[in-house]
């Protein structure tokens, strides 16, 4: 199986979502939030100080992480405004983020300044209301990455990148998250961005192992795809059948320069079991 560009030129994509029809992706090192349109690549939002994880509310007003200052921002009716300051819930950069179906959003950061070089430390999910009220869900966490949420909201699954696993918590009526649990144990791979099939199974982008993994609840590897000597940083479900899985691509070394060359890219690849709705 391979894969088919459907964008290049990109500095650094990242966290893709596929809403209202249409892929739409942060493009970090360029500060900006994109959605890819029939006619090419509009930007949508500018977020300097690097955007993340993508969501919406159920308003329709899209949220973005904006991870250098640890802000969540709502972008509605063409102005850019802040949800919620996060700063002093958590260390480092704040990540990536999935939306429940009842616009509650959760938040991971990574627990310690990976750019000035501090020891690695444990990181936290951050779940911020609709409300705008923000605490901590969930922290010891191993580079909370990218994040799903299962379809009945009752289960959050998010990659531990630096732990090597996915990790699954159920979630309360209150939004709190409980029951911790290993969804699956990587055995060597790095999780980074990832999404949630109809079966239950979980999507997961290897930017080291350049390849994606569908992995099932309790660690057995269904499939996996090379993406060459191209890192795998996020990947998602969605086309008009929710059987095209896309994948941000970029170079290990381009991510930690944050000049940022424009050597990403979004490839597709067709699959057999379509989307379960999450990120």
């Excluded at 993340?52 to 200052?69: F, Q």
Aim: hydrophobic share 40%; glycine share 16%; aromatic share 6%.
């Amino acid at each position: 199986m391979s894969f088919d560009e459907v964008q290049g030129g990109l500095r650094f994509p990242e966290s893709p979502r596929w809403h209202e029809g249409r892929l739409w992706f942060s493009e970090k090192r360029a500060g900006r939030v994109v959605r890819l349109d029939p006619e090419g690549p509009t930007p949508v939002a500018e977020v300097l100080a690097d955007p993340g994880g993508l969501g919406w509310s159920p308003s329709g007003d899209l949220l973005v992480v904006s991870m250098g200052d640890r802000r969540l921002l709502r972008v509605g009716r063409g102005q850019v405004s802040e949800v919620a300051d996060l700063a002093s819930l958590t260390r480092g950069k704040c990540n990536d983020m999935v939306v429940d179906g009842r616009g509650r959003a959760y938040v991971g950061d990574f627990g310690y300044d990976l750019a000035r070089g501090e020891q690695p430390a444990a990181g936290h999910i951050v779940l911020v209301d609709g409300s705008g009220v923000a605490r901590v869900v969930a922290d010891d966490l191993g580079f909370p990455n990218g994040s799903v949420v299962t379809a009945d909201d009752r289960e959050l699954i998010v990659a531990e990148s630096s732990a090597g696993r996915l990790t699954a918590f159920a979630i309360g009526d209150d939004g709190s998250l409980h029951s911790r649990r290993v969804f699956a144990d990587l055995a060597g791979g790095v999780a980074d961005g990832i999404c949630l099939d109809a079966e239950g199974a979980v999507w997961y982008a290897d930017p080291l192992g350049c390849e994606v993994v569908r992995i099932a609840d309790g660690g057995r590897v269904l499939d996996r795809i090379s993406t060459g000597d191209e890192g795998a940083f996020a990947c998602v479900l969605g086309g008009d059948d929710g059987r095209a899985l896309f994948v941000c691509t970029y170079s290990e070394a381009a991510s930690a320069d944050p000049a940022g060359p424009p050597v990403g890219r979004i490839v597709a690849t067709r699959v057999a079991v379509p989307s379960g709705g999450s990120p």
